[in-house]
């Protein structure tokens, strides 16, 4: 057994000794309590509704406000226009090279790279959105090979590092 088991099994057996039955009347107290809190937002909702008719044209105002600041700060950096990048790996041995990454759902199948040329090289040319990408490369169908050339890598949870791209 290891400590943590060992301290989870301590934390178990000290809450089941602090365990206390409630007072009596305790259960009807906070129905009570609920239906009080319940009454004074309704008055309060009551201020706003339908009394208060500039509340919806104050509510389009500033969900119009947000929704435009969401655009300017999305749009902006690159005017919500996707950018071309190039990925390439050097497999001379390859029979299939694959691309896949959080920008096609890790889909095999979907980006098949063109290769390899003279040199051994395998490369697709790709459009994507502004962003962080995580990716692989697929070689012939079974093993799954980190970019190379990658500057950022993260680990995957199998064991692999997904090579980052930031656009």
């Given at each position: 057994m290891n400590g943590g088991d060992y301290q989870d099994r301590q934390l178990d057996e000290r809450l089941a000794s602090a365990r206390m039955q409630a007072p009596d009347g305790f259960a009807s107290r906070v129905v009570a309590r609920i239906r009080e809190e319940e009454s004074s937002a309704a008055s309060v909702w009551s201020l706003l509704w339908?009394?208060?008719?500039?509340?919806?044209?104050?509510?389009?105002?500033?969900?119009?406000?947000?929704?435009?600041?969401?655009?300017?700060?999305?749009?902006?950096?690159?005017?919500?226009e996707n950018v071309k990048v190039t990925f390439e790996l050097h497999a001379p041995d390859a029979h299939q090279v694959e691309l896949a990454g959080s920008f096609n759902d890790w889909a095999r199948g979907r980006i098949v790279l063109d290769g390899p040329d003279?040199?051994?090289?395998?490369?697709?040319?790709?459009?994507?959105?502004?962003?962080?990408?995580?990716?692989?490369?697929?070689?012939?169908?079974?093993?799954?090979?980190?970019?190379?050339?990658?500057?950022v890598f993260r680990p995957d949870g199998f064991g692999n590092r997904n090579a980052v791209l930031d656009i």
């Open positions: 339908p009394a208060g008719q500039w509340f919806v044209p104050a509510a389009a105002g500033a969900l119009a406000t947000l929704l435009l600041v969401i655009g300017i700060t999305f749009f902006g950096r690159h005017g919500g003279a040199t051994g090289n395998w490369t697709a040319t790709v459009s994507l959105p502004a962003g962080r990408h995580e990716y692989l490369f697929m070689v012939d169908g079974r093993e799954w090979v980190t970019d190379p050339k990658a500057t």
